[in-house]
């Protein structure tokens, strides 16, 4: 079964920037992050399809991007523009043919 690694996570201040990556052993489909808060349920953040199509959630559109690298078998979240309110366990979501692959996660906080 495919595994799926996530680094890139830590402190940062308010409107800082950080870079997630998701390195995939195995071949995995249909990569996206996901992210979970303290208290709240895990929800997805932006998926990036094999044929390189992102979509973003709302509440992270225009400050967050995802890509991949295909020959490194990496995905990415770029995160600019951080708020207190992205504060959470990042995790990689992927598809090892019908099996559900998901990442250990890597925190992000964001704090003054």
């Known amino acids: 079964q495919g595994q799926l690694v996530e680094s890139g996570g830590g402190l940062v201040q308010p409107g800082g920037s950080l870079r997630l990556s998701c390195v995939a052993s195995g071949r995995i489909f249909s990569m996206k992050w996901y992210r979970q808060a303290p208290g709240k349920q895990r929800e997805w953040v932006a998926t990036?399809?094999?044929?390189?199509?992102?979509i973003c959630a709302d509440s992270v559109k225009g400050r967050f991007t995802i890509s991949r690298d295909n020959a490194k078998n990496s995905m990415y979240l770029q995160m600019n523009s951080l708020r207190s309110e992205d504060t959470a366990v990042y995790y990689c979501?992927?598809?090892?043919?019908?099996?559900?692959?998901w990442g250990q996660g890597t925190q992000v906080t964001v704090s003054s």
């Open positions: 979501y992927g598809l090892d043919g019908l099996t559900a692959v």
């Open positions: 990036i399809t094999s044929g390189g199509m992102t």
